[in-house]
């Protein structure tokens, strides 16, 4: 096996190994209104969906810098393709609210961007500046909320804040909460669960804003709560090398992979316009470059991912998807099974009393379906809401003693939570590992979860 993301956005590291898990298989008695797999193989199961491909936008200087073009950002090497003028000069930040809705910033204001045609309305919040200039902005997943990064030159340090895109104002924290050192370093990215994360600079010494180069970098967590600042690590290449220049804007994929753009201005100092390189950045703070060697774009900026469109943009993956228990017992056939995901950036909603579900337990190695529950079932029953936000499925077979009891309930914070488990149920397990590593998918809708490396415990 190779690198397999990790529930929490980081990445997990396993060594290849051969999985002795057997297909499970479930005795013909099993309640007769309850689906379970037998002996399933790829070519028996409906396919799982797939994730609609992520598209990136980014803004690159025009006309001499008096203008600025909306781009979209091949992910393999940071070429771009044109969609159209904005309008406006300057253009450093973009964050997408929905499919539709894009805003970007100058340094001093904030405006209103058609992301199909690349038209910019400053209109839309008259009289609106910015009392500091913004450099970067990142849309919180949870709520919408809109924050941006700004440089301090008196501190000097970097400063966060909201922008209200009510009044199009920005509103910075206080100046106790000042981050990072003198620098123009200025990504800033939210992951899925919230996670803040910034891409500050550090400056040679005598820094003077925009005339020095940046001499390293550092990736920060952000407080968004009060807009402190926590140093993660010195942004580094593989060769645990500093890497010369600033990160002047950074995106999050739905996997929580950070992509960013580092500019670096080579002696004199006097590039214009600056040359950028598209690059991932890891949490460890770890530079993957993505554009080939040699190769530069000039003023890359304002990354920012475009998500789905409502109700008819295909499948979207959890934002998060945890697996925090998986007991299977041969001898006495029990299962008992707990996850907890939030659903993805562009998601329709979910219809647990309507809409199919599938959980699926897979072999890893070979994509084997192990376990599978299907709802509705045979007879056409699926959850009912017990409480509020609380959905149940329940079936005893008191001839076999067999009962399967699946539970979702919604959390105000906009978690689900699941649970699972099974007793009497006859398993062929053969002769498996006793932590075996597994595959774990969950969908209801057009909306799903897929997490490799799930520990298993099993018994004999």
Known sequence: MNVRRATNGASTRTDARSHSLALLTVGALLLPTLFLSLGATDADAAPMPMAQAEVLYGVVPAAGGTNSMLVIVDLSDGSTSNVGLIGAGGVTGLAFADHDTLYGITIDRLLVIDPDTGAGDLSAFPGSVFGSPVYDISIRPSDGTIFGVTFVSEAPASNLGKIDTAIGLFAPFASDTFFGQQGEGNG?????????????????????????????????????????????????????????????????????????????????????????????????????????????????????????????????????????????????????????????????????????????????????????????????????????????????????????????????????????????????????????????????????????????????
């Open 188 to 460: 800033l990215a939210f992951l899925s669960d919230d996670t803040l994360y910034n891409a500050s600079g550090l400056a040679s010494p005598g820094f003077i804003p925009g005339s020095s180069p940046i001499e390293s970098s550092n990736l920060l967590l952000l407080d968004d709560s009060n807009g402190t600042g926590a140093f993660v690590a010195t942004i580094t290449d593989s060769g645990t090398n500093k890497l010369l220049g600033g990160y002047t804007s950074m995106a999050a994929a739905a996997d929580d992979t950070l992509f960013a753009s580092r500019s670096f201005e080579p002696p004199p100092f006097s590039t214009t316009p600056e040359e950028h390189t598209f690059v991932t950045i890891d949490q460890a703070g770890v530079v993957t470059p993505l554009t080939p060697s040699g190769d530069t774009t000039a003023g890359l900026d304002g990354l920012a991912f475009r998500p789905p469109p409502v109700g008819g943009g295909g499948p979207v993956a959890f934002a998060s998807f945890e697996v925090t228990k998986l007991d299977l017992k041969k001898k006495n056939g029990d299962f008992h099974i707990h996850a907890k995901f939030r659903l993805g950036a562009g998601n329709n909603g979910v219809d647990i009393l309507g809409q199919p579900f599938t959980f699926q337990v897979i072999n890893p190695d070979n994509d084997e379906i192990l376990f599978e529950l299907n709802l509705p079932d045979a007879g056409g029953v699926s959850f009912s809401e017990k409480r509020t936000n609380k959905f149940q499925y329940k079936v005893h077979n008191k001839s076999t003693k067999e009962k399967v009891d699946i539970k979702i309930d919604i959390k105000e914070n906009g978690e689900y939570k699941f649970h699972a488990q099974g007793k009497h149920v006859v398993m062929n397990l053969g002769d498996p590992e006793k932590n075996a590593l597994i595959r774990v998918k969950l969908t209801i809708g057009d909306d799903f979860g897929d997490v490799s490396d799930v520990r298993a415990k099993i018994k004999k």
